[in-house]
């Protein structure tokens, strides 16, 4: 169960990263366009340069019926923090864990990576996604 769990975060969190993922909820992270502007104030404030690693670490529990509850995470910004959560939240219902024969909230800790990607690079992302998009 947390190997399964653990695995199918590491997936949707790659596939958000690197646009490779067939999973849908990769999809419903990526067409949200993040606010560019207050990400590079926020890096900029924090003193980070491209291609650094700003990691965030989220504590939370899968309940009884297999929801993400009682995220609480702690990160070098709020931003990053809120960032984290909201992928969270969007992680579909999973299997709880069982003891006894029966399903019980199971409480996980997950260390959350971005990438800070630099002006040139966000430019030369875009534009390649904009090129596969036209020939869709």
Known sequence: ???YFLLLILFVL?????????LPISETIKNEKPDYRKIDSIAK????????????YA?????????IVDIKTRGPHEYFEKEAVRILKKVP????AIADGKPIKAHFSLPISFRIET?????????????SKSKN
């Open 1 to 3: 169960m947390t190997k």
């Open 119 to 131: 002006k040139r690079e966000r430019k030369k992302r875009l534009a390649k996604e904009n090129r």
């Open 93 to 96: 219902r999973l299997d709880p």
């Open 14 to 22: 790659c596939g958000n990263l690197f646009g490779q993922s067939t």
């Open 59 to 67: 504590k939370f529990a899968i309940n009884e019926v297999g929801d």
């Open 45 to 56: 404030v924090l003193k980070l340069k491209g291609g650094d690693i700003v990691k965030v």
